[in-house]
Nanobody
Framework: QVQLVESGGGLVHAGGSLILSCQAFGRAPSMNTMGWLRRAPGKERDFVSAISWGGTTSYADSMTGRFTISRNNAENTVYLQMNTLKPEDTAVYYC??????????????????WGQGTQVTVSS
């Protein structure tokens, strides 16, 4: 059984910053890659960022340079530092895990384990 627990969302003005945290409880064979995805109002879940067990990172184009993903393997925790936030970043952000390989990291449907989501609202 795998449980992912997110924290750190909230309301911020445009240009501000937030940091999201996700702690994983339990372990499955394919937990090496951890990802952050988001669902904006009226849209499908989209890839935000992912990190491998060894620290290789990946970002969606619109987040590159603004968001930073990191992880603490000893504490089974992954973080998402979000800077220069924009109103279009408003969404529910989800931590996810369990993809069968790094090549599947950008596909929301490939993640079998999801957190409950945390709301991020960016006001203009």
């Amino acid at each position: 059984q795998v449980q992912l627990v997110e924290s750190g969302g909230g309301l911020v003005h445009a240009g501000g910053s937030l940091i999201l945290s996700c702690q994983a409880f339990g372990r499955a064979p394919s937990m090496n890659t951890m990802g952050w995805l988001r669902r904006a109002p009226g849209k499908e879940r989209d890839f935000v960022s992912a990190i491998s067990w060894g620290g290789t990172t990946s970002y969606a184009d619109s987040m590159t340079g603004r968001f930073t993903i990191s992880r603490n393997n000893a504490e089974n925790t992954v973080y998402l530092q979000m800077n220069t936030l924009k109103p279009e970043d408003t969404a529910v952000y989800y931590c996810a895990a369990g993809v069968r390989g790094w090549g599947y990291r950008m596909q929301p449907t490939e993640y079998p384990y999801w957190g409950q989501g945390t709301q991020v609202t960016v006001s203009s």
